[in-house]
């Protein structure tokens, strides 16, 4: 690259802080996709938005000081603020991102100032965007023409699909800054996916004694009769998809593992089910490339758990070739949420995965009862729901996570029903497994874009609580049974009405977040939810619209993009679903006829069908042994400027992929040939710990497998007689411990200072060793 050339600058922001999204990744992928395609072009750094404390600081200094993470890089400086969005509510905290980067609200003054940066976002919720896409000026509009959006452009689908190119066409234009209305406008015509504001046109209406605003129509800027929406963009052939390659840390006793991507999209058709049917058409990677992969990134990483990442796990029609292919490389494979029809016909699989220590899985009922289940569309029959009973203990898991939405149409017959079906649940787990906890999870339905339910009348919070309540106090009293709401009355009315609303209530959430000074944290007060609503009704908000059932003509704010499914297919959908009938799932093999949703096109369009419960008789795969593994304690040299402690063990024991666990040789015993320690790890920093700790602190794969699973971690420090002197070097130990250990507790650290003592009289000539361990034991 030219030295006189700058790199391009952006960074990858998430609107709500670090230990919020610490289990995501698609950040992590967005940054590993552009600095592997473009590398030293591009400069990329990541931003978190801050907590209470921190937030509450920059707000006194008027926005002043926010910084990228890794690179401290004041925001203003960034060329490109690329937002990965989630959910509805943390849009909120997207005033105070633009605030802290010193640009200006509205697109029009953004694409006028070529020293602002573009702002534009991506996520799962890009169907829902338009209600921080409109105007900020607090008197009502009949027409809004997307110039005064808060983002200047939204990436539909698949990343790897359109971002490189968009980047790609930035660094090809010297000049990019001075005309970012012409770059995204040809972005937008060019390239798959690419959703500029500014090029479509909402019209609305006033409608109603109420004379609330309702939108009319949505037109092309460029004049044409015809609405061309912004078609997202997906990865036909996931073999060929980018992998992300980074590590996963939770407070689980797995500890790290690695997500490995085993399908896109969904087989099923869920109602209500945003990402069902905005990710569709439904992929498999195939098992061959799965299981090479995990191969692949326990070699890079140190880590052999991998979770095989899923809407449902259990709809690969190979997922026991990809069980088995991982365990027979003494890797392990995790999973979490699966569908309860398929897992009944896989029970030597998830009982393999059980005694693996697979992380207890989320099993997504939805429905209360069959009524019910049948609007959500779960296909889900009773003969269904009560096998799962039968078998849901079988294998003793540790914890049963069920999941539940409640509509607001749950009659007496219904609540009924889920009573009988939880009391035979918890009378199955007392009779086989008494010690596995249940967790019972209830979500309150809300309408999403693009979801055949966006044509019902919203439900009321009120009655949706009131049976919330009804169904938690049913399960009462009863040992190891939890229930719980996933989210409160006053947030949940917020998301809903973010969902419907569209360009007409930016000006309501810019009076929440710039004028009131709110922040989303998870949690809002009694006042500012009623300035919240307040606002949406002098936005024109029309609570008339969104309580009322919408037919196939109605106008909705995603009209003017599309995500594979047709809008004709989502009505078909809910006429199905307002009369309580199931539709079906994708199909796997072309013997039956499709049912047409306009998502699949080539190779998508068909997959080979499974038998699961023949295939599951023939599951042959057997534990990771840990015989079967690299037994080995190697010294390695922890240093400033050295590579990654990992690598260097790999390249130690002929790159084998290395996972210290089970009885392991000793360098530390005296007698090595006949003493064998358990999960010993043997730490060499040289001189002092004090520029190990930092180099450590700052590594990418900062807490490794044997890290976290060592029952004794040992240091070896090499000092000189200078490091003797006060409690340095004590000191030092304990903070390589802390940092290299998460489960390291400092309370229990006995460094016995006599044993330093003793080899004073080594320091005279020559430096010395000494090996001290966290839970007290020491060894010269």
């Known amino acids: 690259m030219d030295s006189n050339i700058r790199p391009l600058k952006i960074l990858i922001a998430r609107l709500t802080p670090e230990k919020t999204v610490s289990l995501s990744f698609s950040h992590k992928f967005i940054f590993e996709l552009v600095k592997s395609l473009f590398k030293d072009k591009i400069s990329a750094d990541f931003f978190f938005f801050p907590e209470r404390k921190k937030f509450a600081e920059l707000k006194i200094n008027k926005f002043q000081g926010a910084v990228s993470k890794n690179m401290g890089i004041p925001l203003p400086e960034f060329d490109i603020i690329a937002v990965s969005n989630s959910f509805q509510l943390e849009l909120i905290n997207l005033f105070h991102l633009l605030a802290m980067a010193k640009t200006p609200f509205r697109s029009k003054d953004r694409l006028a100032d070529e020293n602002c940066p573009l702002i534009i976002a991506g996520g799962i919720n ?49 000049n990019w800054k001075r005309s970012k209305y012409g770059l995204l406008d040809k972005a937008s015509s060019s390239i798959a996916g690419v959703y500029f504001p500014a090029n479509y046109i909402h019209e609305f209406e006033y409608r109603g004694a109420k004379g609330e605003l309702a939108l009319k129509k949505i037109s092309a800027a460029a004049g044409s009769s015809e609405l061309k929406p912004a078609r997202a963009a997906y990865v036909e052939n996931l073999d060929g998809a980018f992998e992300f390659g980074g590590v996963i840390f939770d407070d689980s006793d797995s500890g790290a593992t690695v997500p490995v991507e ?8 869920c109602s209500f089910c945003k990402e069902g049917y905005t990710q569709k058409p439904y992929r498999e990677k195939s098992a061959p490339a799965a299981v090479s992969l995990c191969r692949q990134l ?18 690969h029609s190979r997922v026991h070739d990809i069980v088995e292919g991982i365990a027979g490389a003494s890797l392990e494979a995790e999973v979490k949420s699966q569908r309860i029809d398929t897992a009944l016909k896989m029970p030597k699989l998830l ?57 607001g149409l749950e009659n007496d017959a219904d609540i009924t029903e889920f009573s009988e079906f939880s009391a035979r649940l918890i009378r199955a787990g007392k009779a086989h497994s008494p010690v596995t906890a249940v967790i019972f999870s209830f979500m309150p339905l809300v309408l999403c874009q693009k979801t055949p339910l966006m044509f019902a009348p919203a439900p009321d919070p009120g009655r949706v609580y009131k ?41 309501a959430l810019y009076d929440l977040a710039v004028n009131a000074g709110f922040a989303y944290y998870e949690e809002i007060d009694d006042r500012t939810f009623d300035r919240f609503i307040e606002n949406i009704k002098k936005s024109g908000f029309s609570f008339s619209e969104f309580h009322a059932e919408k037919g196939p003509d109605a106008v909705f704010n995603s009209d003017d993009r599309e995500y594979g499914v047709t809008k004709k297919f989502l009505y078909k959908a809910w006429l199905g679903a307002k009369n309580f009938k199931d539709m079906p799932r994708c199909l796997r093999n072309s013997t039956e006829k499709c049912c047409g949703c306009g998502a699949c096109t080539g190779d998508t369009a068909v997959y080979k069908n499974t038998d699961i419960a023949a295939r599951d008789k023939q599951f042959a795969a057997r534990p990771a042994a840990h015989e079967n593994r690299m037994k080995a304690v190697v010294t390695v040299n922890i240093s400033r400027g050295s590579e990654l402690p990992h690598l260097k063990i790999s390249r130690l024991i002929d790159n084998v992929p290395f996972k210290i666990t089970g009885d392991t040789l000793s360098k530390l015993s005296a007698e090595r040939d006949k003493f064998t320690g358990k999960n010993f790890y043997l730490i060499e920093t040289s001189s002092s710990a004090a520029a190990a700790v930092k180099i450590i602190a700052n590594a990418r794969y900062r807490s490794l497998d044997f890290m976290l699973e060592c029952n004794y971690i040992f240091a070896r420090i090499v000092s000189g007689r200078r490091f003797l002197k006060g409690d340095n070097l004590e000191k030092n130990a304990l903070a390589l411990f802390n940092e290299l250990n998460p489960k390291f507790k400092s309370s229990v650290f006995k460094s016995a200072r006599n044993l330093f003592g003793s080899n004073g009289d080594a320091a005279e000539k020559f430096d010395f060793t000494v090996c001290v361990n966290g839970d007290g034991l020491k060894k010269r």
């Open 467 to 507: 049976i919330i309540d009804k169904l938690s106090k049913s399960l009462s009293g009863s040992d190891r049974i939890t229930a719980r709401s996933s989210i409160g009355p006053k947030l949940y009315a917020m998301t809903a009405i973010c969902e419907f609303g569209g360009r007409e209530i930016t000006r």
């Open 351 to 407: 009982s393999y995965l059980q005694s693996s220590g697979s992380a207890s899985p989320t099993f997504a009922v939805e429905g209360i009862s069959a009524r019910m289940r049948s609007y959500l569309s779960k296909n889900l029959d009773d003969r269904t729901v009560n096998g799962f009973i039968d078998g849901a203990f079988a294998s003793k898991p540790r914890q049963v996570k069920l999941f539940f939405i409640v509509t």
């Open 126 to 174: 890009t169907p829902s965007l338009a209600c921080v896409t409109g105007s900020i000026d607090p008197a009502p509009a009949l027409i809004d023409d997307g110039s005064s959006s808060l983002i200047d452009a939204v990436f539909m689908g698949e990343a790897e699909r359109n971002l490189p190119a968009f980047i790609q066409a930035a660094l090809d234009d010297k």
């Open 262 to 269: 085993i399908t896109r999209g969904c087989a099923s058709m």
């Open 298 to 315: 326990s070699a890079e990483t140190g880590i052999s758990r991998f979770n095989l990442y899923s809407y449902n796990f259990n709809d």
